[in-house]
């Protein structure tokens, strides 16, 4: 099963997909015109069914094999949404809405299983039933788990769920993935600190939030130096700092700070937590004043089954032979972990060669990969449901 011979002949058919999304970039749940997009190609393909609104903008297709005796259900996923970026790649199909882009590829990877829904569609040489989910707001909205709560794995009985990303670095047609965590969880927190305000040149009137804040950021890095297991990845980061004062002589009566957290391993998530904690009221209480910790999570972290993922790496071994299989994970994190969390399942990245990184301006997902990334999904279908 090398790159599907279809594929190249329904190549520029999906380019211009994967182009018109580009154009088009939606942002989170308000997915409406891609979505509406998606729905009508599916029903143009032939699929069993077809149901827009899942997860509010969520779409589903199904299409039974030949045959579906095995009683077989294989889940493929790509999402749809763009982000609040200002185009800067100066393609003749750019954005045509300022401040929106899709910078992530999400425009390839819908075109993508668009054009395997048509193939499984025309052959359906598989004994079983594909069900292709599109979804929204995978950037920040947390539309997988809105899907997922929406009943979609119940409802189509879906067994196994498979999910692909393009990755910048990596080339075109050559796939990375592991077993196991691949992606992290994402956290965010506020920290508030109250003192006592007052006049700069008496600070012995004074409790000084501006000092506990430093205090209290500088002790937070020993949580990944001192406190966690160093074979254990975790990153937390302060990334804003803001007091109630803007003038050079006032000493703050209240200090936010923002950050977020990243681990791999749900211990280690919940051990930092309770550690941001215990350092942010400790250090205040310490130095007289007062902290209040607001912890949220995130994303969960992406979890590869190990199984499922010997299938996606036999798949993509066959689509082009080239895997790297045990590719380091890495500290962003994706929403498809909900649908990970629900059903076993892999996440898989395609190279996209050696264009700008994702979320950047520049970034444009290459068209290349397309045959390959379609190939996948088709395979996966093929190989797991066989006649
Ligand atoms: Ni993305």
Not at 9 to 18: G, Q
Not at 25 to 50: K, M, Y
Not at 263 to 274: L, P, S
Request: hydrophobic share 40%; glycine share 10%; proline share 5%.
């Amino acid at each position: 099963m090398p790159v599907k011979n279809r594929f190249a002949e329904l190549l520029p058919e999906i380019t211009a997909w994967r182009r018109d999304f580009h154009e088009h970039p939606e942002l989170l749940f308000d997915v409406h015109r891609t979505a509406g997009r998606v729905a009508e190609l599916l029903r143009s393909f032939g699929c069993d069914e077809v149901v827009e609104g899942i997860g509010r903008t969520g779409v589903v297709g199904v299409i039974r094999g030949r045959t579906t005796a095995s009683g077989r259900v294989v889940g493929l996923r790509a999402d749809m949404d763009a982000l609040p970026i200002t185009e800067q790649t100066g393609v003749p199909y750019a954005s045509r809405t300022p401040g929106k882009m899709h910078a992530c590829g999400h425009d390839g990877h819908t075109a993508m299983l668009l054009g395997a829904a048509k193939y499984l569609a025309e052959t359906r040489a598989f004994d079983g039933t594909a069900v292709v989910i599109f979804q929204p707001a995978e950037e920040g909205g947390g539309g997988g788990r809105e899907m997922v709560a929406d009943g979609m794995m119940d409802r189509w009985g879906v067994q196994e769920v498979y999910g692909m990303h393009n990755m910048p670095g990596i080339p075109v047609g050559q796939f990375a993935i592991r077993p196991g965590a691949i992606m992290a969880a994402a956290d965010q927190f506020e920290i508030v600190v109250t003192g006592k305000g007052g006049h700069a040149a008496k600070p012995h009137d004074c409790i000084d939030t501006t000092l506990v804040a430093a205090q209290i950021i500088v002790a937070l890095q020993t949580i990944a130096s001192r406190n966690v297991d160093p074979m254990k990845q975790v990153v937390v980061s302060v990334c804003t700092v803001q007091t109630d004062s803007t003038a050079h002589n006032v000493i703050p009566q209240v200090v936010r700070m923002k950050g977020t957290v990243r681990t791999m391993d749900a211990r280690v998530q919940d051990f930092v937590e309770e550690r941001i904690a215990r350092i942010a009221e400790g250090t205040a209480l310490a130095l007289g004043a007062q902290a209040e910790l607001h912890y949220q999570r995130g994303y969960p972290v992406t979890v590869n089954a190990p199984e499922q993922t010997g299938f996606a790496v036999e798949v993509a071994r066959a689509v082009s032979g080239r895997v790297d299989a045990d590719t380091p994970p890495l500290m962003g994190a994706e929403d498809f972990s909900f649908m990970l969390n629900e059903r076993p399942g892999a996440y898989i990245f395609l190279g996209n060669g050696d264009t700008a990184m994702v979320h950047h301006p520049a970034y444009n997902f290459d068209d290349n990969a397309i045959p390959f990334g379609a190939s996948w999904y088709a395979g996966m279908v093929e190989a797991r449901m066989p006649v």
